[in-house]
């Protein structure tokens, strides 16, 4: 169909005007974003958050150590170096002494936790190896929240001395809880050197632990 020059002229320019207007970029204002403070919600996590390392024991109150070489480990032994380590504690203590070290007894090995002024475990840890325990006992006459025991001390020279070292504990029971705790450890102790070799094969238990002393009550 033929148009006249103008209206083909008119018509080109609006179909240009058309697909420049698809094709052109137009640049708009960007919409307006309205931030919302987030509600207070509490997370829930199937992965349990990291810890500090505590320790398992008895929160006892160290009363110190005291030589006990040439001493015979007869009944009641430790019954003069507790007596003497009690005097200086009550001596130096207030009317509340919290507890200052946490014991800790092991198969092979007790470790005495010391503890700072909050009640909690440092890095000072004194070990006591159970094959070098020669007596313990929770039989005291100065007081029955005594646990004691009798520890070989390897001197730098190969020497070596007896020191009885004595805690109080909070009652009675778990005076008597360690004592029985400690029996376990050496048995187990003393079956695992059996094993190695290291103790004569003839040689029981209640052999080698008769020196031990544990009060059921």
């Given at each position: ?33 309205i931030f919302h403070e987030p509600e207070a919600i509490e997370l829930c996590t199937t992965t349990p958050l990291m810890k ?40 130096a203590r207030e009317d509340i002494y919290p507890a200052n070290a946490l014991l800790e007894i092991r198969p092979f090995q ?70 029985h705790a400690m029996m376990e450890a050496f048995k187990k102790t003393f079956h695992s050197m059996k094993s190695d070799g ?20």
């Amino acid at each position: 169909m033929w148009q006249p020059a103008t209206e083909r002229l008119q018509h080109f320019q609006t179909m240009l005007k058309t697909k420049l207007n698809v094709l052109t970029l137009r640049k708009e204002p960007l919409p307006t974003v309205i931030f919302h403070e987030p509600e207070a919600i509490e997370l829930c996590t199937t992965t349990p958050l990291m810890k500090t390392r505590t320790h398992t024991g008895c929160k006892v109150t160290y009363l110190g150590k005291m030589s006990t070489t040439g001493m015979p480990f007869l009944s009641g032994c430790t019954e003069k170096p507790v007596i003497e380590l009690w005097k200086q504690h009550t001596l130096a203590r207030e009317d509340i002494y919290p507890a200052n070290a946490l014991l800790e007894i092991r198969p092979f090995q007790v470790w005495l936790h010391h503890l700072d002024l909050k009640g909690e475990a440092t890095v000072h840890m004194d070990t006591f190896q159970v094959a070098r325990i020669a007596y313990c006992t929770a039989d005291h006459n100065v007081s029955p929240n005594i646990f004691a025991w009798v520890y070989r001390e390897i001197n730098d020279d190969l020497s070596y001395q007896m020191d009885c070292h004595a805690v109080e504990c909070e009652s009675k029971l778990e005076a008597k809880k360690l004592a029985h705790a400690m029996m376990e450890a050496f048995k187990k102790t003393f079956h695992s050197m059996k094993s190695d070799g290291r103790i004569h094969r003839n040689s029981s238990s209640e052999e080698v632990s008769h020196e031990f002393e544990s009060d059921d009550g």
